[in-house]
């Protein structure tokens, strides 16, 4: 038990739908971060939320669209991807973002497929 | 800017075999410095961390220690089991400012029996 958990574990979607990633933490923590992590590449920092607001934007495309609606759950909204979205991503949380003392938390992570 | 360098994968070693998994990094400031983990079909672990010069950082017979003079934090264990197979990252996070972590591509272990 992670404390983080992502759903769905495994999602295969065409270049013309909608979908949505789910991110929940049990852990109380009120930082929460969405990563990429695609073959051969490192772990790409996509957002982060403290307090429900977004404090981090890593030039993410805008087919990818998180929301925060409270400091437990996290979502990335998901609209036109391409091919090369095709990654896993991985949910994180940690006590506040960017403290050394504080490791951060992930999720197992949703597999994503794009046709 | 703040980067990590890990050695190149995949390491295959047999099991009872010595580990190094080699990290140096470049940063403004003194990092925190982080062996994260990732068992197949898993998010990440922390595995171990040390946030100041010559501090060890261990966990479940694995060591690191923070060699400011080498900028380094290699990772070691002295014998290896099957279930240590994963993909190891090592990161770096600035102690001061409000900075994520900075990760290294991973390297990924196989300890075959």
């Known amino acids: 038990e992670t404390g983080v958990t992502q759903t769905p574990r495994h999602l295969v979607m065409g270049m013309t739908n909608k979908k949505s990633l789910k991110c929940e933490q049990h852990l109380g923590h009120n930082a929460m971060y969405w990563y990429k992590q695609s073959a051969k590449k490192p772990l790409e920092l996509m957002f982060v939320y403290s307090l429900e607001e977004r404090v981090e934007n890593n030039s993410v495309p805008s087919r990818f669209s998180p929301e925060c609606p409270n400091s437990s759950h996290l979502f990335l909204h998901l609209h036109t991807l391409q091919p090369e979205d095709s990654a896993l991503y991985l949910c994180a949380s940690s006590q506040d973002p960017g403290r050394a003392d504080q490791p951060q938390h992930f999720g197992d992570g949703t597999r994503l497929s794009i046709l | 800017g703040n980067s990590v360098t890990q050695m190149e994968g995949p390491v295959t070693l047999s099991e009872e075999a010595f580990l190094t998994i080699n990290c140096t990094y470049t940063?403004?400031?003194?990092?925190?410095l982080f062996w994260y983990v990732q068992y197949p079909g898993e998010g990440l672990q922390l595995l171990l961390k040390?946030?100041?010069?010559?501090d060890k950082g261990s966990n479940k017979g694995f060591e690191a220690t923070y060699r400011k003079e080498t900028t380094s934090f290699h990772l070691e264990k002295g014998s290896v089991q099957v279930s240590d197979s994963a993909v190891y990252f090592c990161?770096?996070?600035?102690?001061?400012?409000?900075?994520?972590?900075?990760f290294g591509k991973g390297t990924r272990l196989s300890v075959i029996a």
């Open positions: 990161a770096l996070i600035q102690n001061s400012g409000n900075t994520p972590l900075v």
């Open positions: 940063a403004t400031g003194y990092p925190s």
């Open positions: 040390a946030t100041k010069a010559d």
